[in-house]
């Protein structure tokens, strides 16, 4: 840990992975609230896996692989949305299509793209020490435009998230923040693709979130909450894989799952202790 922190003041490499981690925390924190207490997670799936196939197009048409995984993705979010919205019965169905058809439409295009290409592998995969500085400006516009969205319609999304019929009732255009939601899900997408890839972009939404949600049930506190252990776990992936020279994608993922199946496991027992002390007293009167 200390070779890590040592080489972090040294090498701008290291500096600039830290950096891509913290500003993919902003957007897990934010957007992955909302997919967790939405419960979405399968529908953020879908919109991941069809990322690939606007990379491949981009790449063999020479434009930059992120605008195609940008407009790839939010086609995606539009075209989930509607399809949830309107078959609702076979909402599971066509999303796993979609998911299929983008990833598949993916390969055809890098197969005939010619050469090896080894920036979309590390798409796929993550290589969050491969990112370049511009990309940081990238990533940090994104993020200032998922925060003034969620800051202006938060009231919206809150009402979205949590009842769809009462916010219809209170005059709430549903169907048209659903889908903004959905967008911004997108967005967050195409933020975390670089860090973790877009293979497993899923469990970094979800999982800082997901802990959050174990302790705080506020989902201001929870956004925040989600966002700091989104750094933490990212810093502490990049730190546990420099000594080793493991993959720092991978590794902020299963150090995400650590941390999840620990916190589960300790908001477990402590439910279980407090039932077990809240019967104490009753069995104590039953007794006299």
Not at 89 to 114: C, H, N, R, V
Not at 150 to 175: C, I, K, M, N, S
Not at 230 to 246: R, T
Request: glycine letters at 10%; a neutral charge; aromatic letters at 10%.
């Amino acid at each position: 840990m200390n070779e890590f922190f040592s080489a972090l003041a040294e090498h701008g490499f290291l500096q600039t992975a830290l950096l891509a981690g913290l500003l993919a925390s902003i957007g897990c924190g934010v957007i992955g609230t909302y997919v967790v207490v939405k419960r979405i997670a399968f529908i953020a799936g879908g919109i991941a896996h069809s990322v690939l196939g606007g990379m491949g197009a981009a790449i063999y048409y020479g434009f930059d692989p992120l605008a195609g995984a940008l407009t790839a993705a939010i086609l995606a979010a539009l075209l989930i949305g509607w399809v949830r919205l309107a078959w609702q019965a076979q909402e599971d169905t066509m999303i796993g299509a979609l998911w299929a058809i983008g990833m598949a439409i993916g390969i055809l295009f890098i197969s005939k793209t010619p050469g090896y290409q080894s920036d979309l592998m590390s798409y796929l995969f993550g290589n969050i020490l491969l990112v370049p500085e511009k990309s940081l400006w990238f990533m940090a516009a994104l993020d200032t435009l998922l925060l003034i969205i969620v800051g202006a319609y938060h009231r919206q999304f809150l009402a979205v998230v949590f009842d769809e019929e009462f916010a219809r009732l209170r005059g709430v255009p549903v169907t048209f923040f659903y889908l903004l939601l959905l967008v911004l899900v997108a967005v967050t997408v195409v933020l975390m693709i670089q860090v973790v890839g877009l293979i497993l972009v899923l469990a970094l939404l979800t999982l800082p979130a997901a802990v959050a949600g174990h302790y705080v049930h506020s989902i201001g506190r929870m956004m925040l909450l989600a966002t700091l252990l989104g750094g933490a776990i990212s810093l502490s992936g990049l730190a546990i894989s420099y000594g080793p020279d493991l993959p720092a994608g991978p590794t902020i993922i299963l150090l995400a799952g650590a941390v999840y199946v620990v916190s589960a496991l300790v908001t477990r027992a402590l439910a279980h202790h407090r039932v077990r002390a809240s019967l104490q007293p009753e069995k104590a009167d039953d007794h006299y």
